[in-house]
């Protein structure tokens, strides 16, 4: 573990309520501290959960979904991308894993957070956290409306992230 990402957790101000999450800095240590370099920043915040699959997952993190942003959501990243850190953790509810596109090492700033049993994800996504809290906001978002089309996973009104925190633990 790092410095920068020992003993933290994150809390995720969203228009539905909040999100605590704690990390497994074990598993995917370049994962945990890329988020957290990126919450620290103010990346995610004024961003907006793009994607919803109810019972699957929820989907944020995309620089496009902020006001004034450019590019289709879910397209966009930090500028750059990490390499895939594969675990044995379970991809079920509350947990927060990285997007990626189809190739294993494209992570940059996407992330989901499980709203149901995802496990024909482990070992093929990175997942680098858990919730400990706010699962009230997460079936809140969850169940927002989206539009038809496509797979029916755009949401017709978009919940923003308003800020993250860092938290610093004992």
Avoid: W
Avoid at 102 to 125: I, K, M, R, T
Wanted: include cysteine; aromatic fraction near 8%.
């Amino acid at each position: 573990m790092t410095k920068t990402t020992a003993n933290v957790t994150v809390k995720i101000e969203t228009e539905a309520g909040d999100m605590t999450a704690e990390f497994f800095t074990d598993l995917a240590p370049g994962h945990v501290e890329n988020f957290v370099k990126l919450a620290r920043e103010g990346f995610y915040d004024g961003t907006r959960f793009h994607r919803i699959i109810p019972g699957f997952m929820i989907q944020g993190g995309c620089p496009n979904t902020k006001d004034g942003g450019s590019g289709s959501p879910g397209t966009g990243d930090p500028g750059y991308k990490i390499d895939a850190e594969f675990n044995d953790v379970h991809h079920e509810r509350g947990v927060l894993s990285m997007a990626r596109s189809q190739d294993p090492n494209s992570a940059g700033s996407q992330f989901f957070v499980c709203h149901g049993e995802a496990g024909f994800l482990d070992n093929q996504y990175t997942a680098f956290g858990r919730l400990t809290e706010g699962f009230e906001a997460l079936d809140a978002i969850a169940s927002g409306a989206c539009k038809s089309g496509g797979e029916g996973s755009s949401p017709v009104e978009p919940v923003k992230i308003v800020r993250m925190t860092i938290v610093e633990n004992d």
